[in-house]
């Protein structure tokens, strides 16, 4: 198991873009559309993990609505496992809210699936599992 990316959002994804690329000077990729989701994700290679920028092109989507109650910042953290179901099957036996029962696809070709924040320390926790 690994730490796979840190999920920001964002209110400007190419301000956002410049300042991780040309100001940090990280390699950033290109954005992505998840339409289904109202989200456009922006993975930056940070050596090891990723920061994986999220601007919401729906205020309803959760990442839109955290933007307008928290702000700009850290919006989860994603954990790399082999097997997500079975992940988020030995999490339920411990008693860990599921926000998802099942994995479903994510951005860059991976089942992914979600554990509500208040059942981890206040900290939305992902696990994704390269297909
Ligand atoms: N991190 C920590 N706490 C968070 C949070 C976050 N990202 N988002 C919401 N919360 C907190 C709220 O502040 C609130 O706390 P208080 O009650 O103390 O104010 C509580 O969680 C609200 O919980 P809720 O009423 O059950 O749910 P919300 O409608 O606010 O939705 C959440 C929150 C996490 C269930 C929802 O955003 C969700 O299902 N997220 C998973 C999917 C997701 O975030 N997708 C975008 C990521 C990118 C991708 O899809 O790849």
């Known amino acids: 198991m690994k730490l796979n990316h840190i999920g920001i959002a964002v209110e400007d994804m190419e301000a956002a873009r410049k300042l991780y690329g040309e100001v940090m000077g990280f390699k950033v990729g290109e954005p992505e559309h998840l339409v289904d989701r109202g989200l456009v994700v922006c993975f930056v290679d940070v050596g ?5 920028l999220l601007y919401p092109t729906d205020p ?30 030995s999490l339920k036996a411990s008693g860990v809210r599921l926000l ?32």
Do not use: R, W
């Not at 090891?48 to 994986?52: I, P």
């Not at 990442?63 to 954990?79: E, N, R, T």
């Open 48 to 52: 090891g993990a990723n920061v994986e």
């Open 60 to 89: 309803e989507s959760a990442v839109g609505k955290f933007l307008a109650k928290k702000g700009p910042g850290i919006h989860h953290l994603c954990y790399e496992v082999d097997d997500v179901q079975a992940k988020l099957d």
């Open 100 to 131: 998802n029962e099942t994995p479903m696809p994510g951005a860059h070709n991976t089942l992914v699936a979600f554990v509500h924040p208040k059942s981890v320390g206040g900290v939305l926790t992902e696990f994704c599992q390269p297909k």
